[in-house]
Nanobody, 121 residues
Framework: QVQLVESGGGLVQAGGSLRLSCAAS????????MDWYRQASGKQRELVAT???????NYADSVKGRFTISRDNAKNTVYLQMNSLKPEDTAVYYC???????????????WGQGTQVTVSS
């Protein structure tokens, strides 16, 4: 019913920048919070940044001041601008959204397929 498609990952040198995008599509009535998570090899998935439908944001301490989350509600799209990248930012990045679909009375969680970000030293 709902698909989240990510783009923008890749290989970058330390100190560089990347911008991730995640577009939600399908039978969407409303999108609540949208988030970015990441999972490094051999580690648990961790929350990177969150943005509510009203635009309030929250960040993991490890990315504060370097990453910026934003969204375009008209396009049901969330972005993650990543600056001053470090090798420890290397991970698969996943977007997540809480979505209310037409005909439903509760929000459901949806995930993107993940996009690889690799930062070389």
């Amino acid at each position: 019913q709902v698909q989240l498609v990510e783009s923008g990952g890749g290989l970058v040198q330390a100190g560089g920048s990347l911008r991730l995008s995640c577009a939600a599509s399908g039978n969407i009535f409303r999108v609540n919070a949208m988030d970015w998570y990441r999972q490094a090899s051999g580690k648990q998935r961790e929350l990177v940044a969150t943005i509510t439908s009203g635009g309030s944001t929250n960040y993991a301490d490890s990315v504060k001041g370097r990453f910026t989350i934003s969204r375009d509600n008209a396009k049901n799209t969330v972005y993650l601008q990543m600056n001053s990248l470090k090798p420890e930012d290397t991970a698969v990045y996943y977007c997540h959204a809480a979505v209310l679909v037409y005909g439903s009375s509760r929000y459901h969680d949806y995930w993107g397929q993940g996009t690889q970000v690799t930062v070389s030293s």
